[in-house]
Nanobody, 123 residues
Framework: QVQLVESGGGLVRTGGSLRLSCAAS????????MGWFRQTPNKEREFVAD????????SYADSVKGRFTLSRDNAKNTVYLQMNSLKPEDTAVYYC????????????????WGQGTQVTVSS
């Protein structure tokens, strides 16, 4: 199985930047499409971004397109989410996910999930 551990969350002012990391163990991430989701209290988890196994394809939610960038480093067994121009609406718990299939923006479920990291954007 795959274990995923997110890090890099924290408190940032509007317009600031954060970079989230997702470190995997148990399996090499080259076997999986990787993605990021986010969730606020009492709200359904929503798709943020994902990347294919080869890294040749990426998809982003409309709400983050142009501000967030997803990348993967298979040698380090880690994926990253660079978040720029952050808004209060980006405040959420961010979850890393892995799946054997690549769904693009239609990704709803995953084979594996991390525990999440909190991102808070103040006004």
């Amino acid at each position: 199985q795959v274990q995923l551990v997110e890090s890099g969350g924290g408190l940032v002012r509007t317009g600031g930047s954060l970079r989230l990391s997702c470190a995997a163990s148990g399996r090499t991430i080259s076997s999986y499409a990787m993605g990021w989701f986010r969730q606020t209290p009492n709200k359904e988890r929503e798709f943020v971004a994902d990347i294919s196994r080869s890294g040749s394809s990426t998809s982003y939610a409309d709400s983050v397109k142009g501000r967030f960038t997803l990348s993967r480093d298979n040698a380090k067994n880690t994926v990253y989410l660079q978040m720029n121009s952050l808004k209060p609406e980006d405040t959420a718990v961010y979850y890393c996910a892995a799946d054997q299939n690549y769904y693009g923006s239609r990704w709803l479920t995953a084979d594996y999930w991390g525990q999440g990291t909190q991102v808070t954007v103040s006004s």
